[in-house]
């Protein structure tokens, strides 16, 4: 196969993650909205800023190459957003086992609150660490779909796609100030354009096609032109912890528009069942880097490292493995309720570092 044409930042076979990691049980019931003043704001930040710095140093202990924050900071993963713009009504909703989960509706129109806001997650990342680091933001679409409601939301945006368009500019703006930070990778999660790979997805919209070419143009909006960052989408079928996966499909469907987004990495995952056929890869541009999602996230299982390693080398098969690095499946708890145990994170990354480095010796 022909190598990537454009160099890659990555080592080879590079061992990272996609974005958010578990929370400890202090640092839930820290973000818990409920909470919410209870201790003084420098005391707060003071919290985060230990409780990210811990989360620093657990990817660090574990070999991985390339880190987040874990997103430690956020009460979800696309929530930041009400963060970065006032303009949303912001409530909880207790689940099954009486925790707090935010959700956010746009209910005025956005004007700014605190821009920069996820590049201050970045400066953090870089300046307590010296492995290369990547920091997430949410795209447009997935924004829409999530945090606009056709009556609460019409005085402010009367259509969902209007809502998509306020959205490109601030995006826009984040990353640009991300970049300054000197983050080595800047990624858009777009679970929701990847939930098109499901027939029962696209049955519920008149025109399926027009949604995603919607999607991918308000992505390129954001990431035409912008140097000095690697830019990455993360696709995943959603990640609904212990009860799986919210869509089922192989990427073929999605492989026009894939090729269509200006980006220069794509994170995917590859360890789920439902995931179809990496000979899909073979379809991308031999220009992009691939982020292969070779470690479940969502089962209390261990894949062994064998597992792990014999997932990359069946990409392998497929494209060079200078485009290739290693990642789990999605973020290990896109929200800040999510129960997964820390430690069960990492081993997980434990285990993906060996086998990167026990692919690496096959290849030497």
């Known amino acids: 196969m022909t190598a990537t044409t454009s160099p890659s ?174 983050v080595t990778v800047a990624q858009f999660d777009d679970t929701h354009l990847c939930l098109f790979v499901d027939p029962q997805v696209r049955s519920r919209y008149e025109d399926p096609q027009r949604e995603i070419d919607l999607a991918v143009d308000l992505l390129n909006q954001i990431l035409s032109g912008v140097k000095g960052v690697t830019r990455a989408v993360h696709l995943c079928r959603g990640n609904a912890g212990r009860l799986g996966w919210k869509g089922t499909g192989g990427y073929e469907t999605l492989v026009p528009a894939m090729r269509r987004l200006d980006v220069d990495q794509y994170v995917l995952e590859y360890s789920i069942p439902v995931a179809g056929d990496m000979a899909v890869l073979r379809a991308l541009p031999e220009d992009r880097l691939i982020g292969l999602g070779c470690v479940d996230v969502r089962g209390e299982q261990l894949d062994t490292v064998e597992e792990i390693a014999a997932r990359v080398e069946e990409a392998r098969t497929h494209v060079d493995a200078a485009r290739l690095s290693l990642n789990p499946d999605c973020g290990f708890a896109p929200g800040s309720a999510a129960a997964i145990p820390i430690d069960e994170a990492y081993a997980k990354l434990q285990r993906e570092v060996q086998a990167a480095a026990l692919l690496r010796e096959r290849l030497s």
């Not at 990272?16 to 049980?25: E, N």
């Not at 207790?94 to 935010?102: K, Q, V």
């Not at 447009?140 to 368009?165: C, H, I, K, N, V």
């Open 9 to 182: 930042p990555f080592p080879p076979l590079a061992a990272g993650v996609v974005g958010s990691l578990p929370r400890p049980q202090f640092l839930r019931d820290l973000l818990d909205p409920r909470a919410e003043g209870q201790v003084p704001q420098d005391v707060y930040e003071k919290r985060l800023d230990a409780a990210t710095s811990y989360a620093i140093a657990m990817q660090e202990a574990a070999g991985l190459d390339l880190i987040s924050d874990g997103e430690w900071r956020r009460r979800s993963y696309i929530g930041v957003i009400s963060e970065v713009m006032h303009g949303f009504d912001s409530f909880t909703v207790d689940d099954e086992l009486g925790t707090a989960r935010p959700f956010h509706i746009v209910v005025e129109p956005m004007t700014p609150r605190r821009p920069g806001r996820i590049a201050e997650e970045a400066r953090f990342l870089v300046q307590h660490t010296d492995r290369m680091t990547k920091v997430c933001l949410p795209s447009p679409y997935l924004l829409g779909q999530r945090m606009w409601d056709p009556e609460r939301s019409r005085a402010a945006y009367p259509t969902r796609e209007a809502f998509m368009l306020a959205l490109v500019p601030v995006l826009r703006r984040e990353l640009e100030e991300v970049v300054k930070t000197g």
